[in-house]
C-alpha cells in the first residue's frame, strides 16, 4: 500500500485530487478534522493540553475554548511551538492507526491530506508526497464561494499562507490547477495511477 501525503494551501482543489482517489478505491485521512475528532476523544491529548495551557481553555461540556487559546498561543512563539508539539505528536499516532487500518483493509493507497503536512511531521509516514497548487485569483475565488466570505477577507487569507513554489519545492510532485475541474481530475488520474503502478512493480 502507498501512503500519499496531499498538500498545498487553501482554495487549490485538494479536495478534487483525493475525491479521485476515493474513485479509485483508495482512503483518506483529513488532517483538520482527525485533529478536531481529537480534541473531543482523546483524553491524553486534553490533558497535556490543559498541563501547558490551564484547564480554562476547556468548557465545561469539554469543549476546546478556541477564543481563549487563540490569545495565548498567537502572542507568543513558544506557546504556539508547545501547542503544535503536543497536537502533532497525537494527531501522527492517529495517522499511523488509520494507515494501519487502511492496509488491513486491502487499500491500494491512502492520502494525508494536511496543509501543515510538512511543518508537522506527518509527512515522513509517507512514500510520496504531491503539492496541489493553483493561481492565486482561482484560490480567491473558490474560498468566497466555498464560504460566503468577501473578497478582501479571502485575499488576505491565500496572501497569509505559504507560496505555490514552498509546496512545489518540498513535494515529490505538483498538480498545477490552472485549467478545468475535469483537467485536475484528469490529471490526478493519471498522476496517481503512476505512483500506484510503481508501487506494485
Not at 501512503?3 to 479521485?20: E, F, N, R, S
Not at 504556539?80 to 494501519?100: G, P, Q, S
Not at 509516514?125 to 482561482?138: F, G, K, N, S
Request: proline share 2%; charged share 25%.
Amino acid at each position: 500500500m502507498t501512503v500519499i501525503g496531499i498538500t498545498g494551501p487553501t482554495g487549490a482543489g485538494k479536495t478534487t485530487v483525493l475525491d479521485v482517489l476515493r474513485a479509485m478505491g483508495g482512503a483518506v485521512a483529513d488532517c483538520d478534522a482527525v485533529y478536531h475528532g481529537l480534541l473531543r476523544s482523546d483524553v491524553s491529548m486534553q490533558n497535556a493540553l490543559k498541563a501547558r495551557f490551564g484547564g480554562k481553555i476547556f468548557d465545561e461540556t469539554g469543549g476546546l475554548r478556541r477564543r481563549e487559546l487563540g490569545a495565548i498561543v498567537f502572542k507568543d512563539e513558544s506557546a504556539l511551538a508547545d501547542l503544535n508539539a503536543i497536537t502533532h505528536r497525537h494527531i501522527i499516532a492517529e495517522l499511523r492507526r488509520m494507515v494501519a487500518l487502511a492496509e488491513a483493509q486491502g487499500r491500494p493507497a491512502i492520502a494525508l491530506d494536511a496543509i501543515a503536512l510538512l511543518e508537522s511531521g506527518a509527512g515522513e509516514l509517507c512514500d510520496v508526497t504531491i503539492a496541489v497548487t493553483a493561481p492565486q485569483e482561482t484560490r480567491v475565488a473558490r474560498i468566497m464561494a466555498r464560504e460566503g466570505i468577501p473578497k478582501e477577507y479571502a485575499l488576505a487569507r491565500v496572501r497569509a499562507q505559504k507560496p505555490d513554489s514552498w509546496f512545489e519545492a518540498r513535494c515529490t510532485y505538483t498538480l498545477r490547477n490552472d485549467g478545468t475541474q475535469a483537467e485536475l481530475e484528469a490529471g490526478a488520474r493519471a498522476l496517481l495511477t503512476q505512483i500506484l503502478d510503481k508501487e506494485d512493480i
